[in-house]
């Protein structure tokens, strides 16, 4: 019996070996890391280390002006881009969650958009508001293709909040239908032999039913919008005057356009930790508010 249970062991450990060893050396290794690094004034690549200790966490909090801007736009960008994203989402699955051909074509039309990649989204989209519009105001003459959207702070979020809603709501799309097909039916069809309205059973049935799949599209939401750096790399570099820096793009240029390596690891703490607050605060508003069948 001993070396039964040794073997069963040891097949055991031979099968969580592979995903223990790709989470410790892509996860958890370069976190001891960064915490080590946070603490030295490091270009990154040479072997000189100066141990600063606390100083660059002081520094941020204390003398650190661009980061905490590109705290406020992140947030901002969060708050508007989980809110519409997940909207929109749900109101195209809504009607997308019934069978048909229509509703095949219509989920395979608002997925496309999220298989490809956000370098090649931003590049597309930076022609469309660039020569694209340009060629739309010289033929038409309407000012509404004339204006600086890049170049405009005001007008950049809003491309900014349309072109990541626009990739990525087959995603969350996707996941609202797979939670809708999962509701009861016979729920459905007795509260409306019970006279109940179609908003009704939309808002005492559907939607306290899904709310597990909305959890999961809030927190892939949120996620996105605090890790923001593809399209602010590619389509607006930070500008114009930093109006668009994330905290992912303001840890990258610390980095690797300051070399101040040291600094951007202890930026990369603090983020993680402010990461986490919100997503907690978030779980457990969606978790309270979900409901068995």
């Known amino acids: 019996m001993k070396a039964r249970k040794i073997k069963e062991l040891l097949i055991f450990a031979l099968f969580v070996f592979p995903a223990v060893a790709f989470v410790l050396f892509a996860t958890d290794i ?5 915490l080590y690094y946070s603490v030295f004034d490091w ?14 966490f002081i520094k941020i909090f204390t003398n650190d002006r661009l980061f905490w801007q590109g705290v406020r ?7 508007f881009y989980v809110i519409i994203v997940n909207i929109i989402s749900l ?10 051909r229509t509703s095949s074509f219509g989920r395979a039309f608002y997925y496309i958009p999220y298989i490809i990649s956000l370098t090649t989204l931003s590049l597309l989209w930076k022609f469309i508001f660039g020569p694209g519009f340009e060629s739309l105001y010289n033929l038409t003459g309407w000012e509404f293709f004339n204006w600086s959207w890049v170049g405009t702070p005001k007008l950049v979020f ?5 072109m990541t809603v626009w990739q990525n709501v087959g995603f969350y799309m996707v996941n609202y239908i797979a939670g809708i097909i999962a509701v009861p039916r016979e729920l459905m069809e007795a509260a409306r032999i019970d006279g109940a309205s179609s908003f009704q059973v939309l808002r005492k049935i559907t939607l306290p039913l899904i709310m597990p799949a909305a959890s999961i599209c809030m927190l892939t939401s949120l996620t996105f919008a605090f890790k923001l750096f593809d399209i602010i790399m590619v389509f607006t570099k930070g500008g114009p005057a930093n109006s668009t820096i994330t905290v992912a793009y303001n840890i990258y240029r610390e980095a690797f356009t300051k070399s101040n390596y040291g600094m951007a690891t202890a930026k990369s703490l603090v983020f993680v ?4 607050m919100v997503t907690v605060v978030q779980l457990k508003i969606t978790k309270s508010r979900e409901v068995e069948a």
Do not use: C
């Open 73 to 79: 736009f992140t947030l901002k960008f969060a708050v």
């Open 158 to 162: 809003y491309v900014i909040i349309i």
């Open 30 to 34: 370069p976190f001891v890391m960064n």
């Open 91 to 100: 109101a195209i699955a809504l009607p997308l969650s019934r069978p048909g």
């Open 43 to 56: 270009n990154g690549i040479g072997k000189n280390m100066k141990f600063v200790g606390l100083d660059n």
């Open 273 to 276: 930790v402010f990461v986490l």
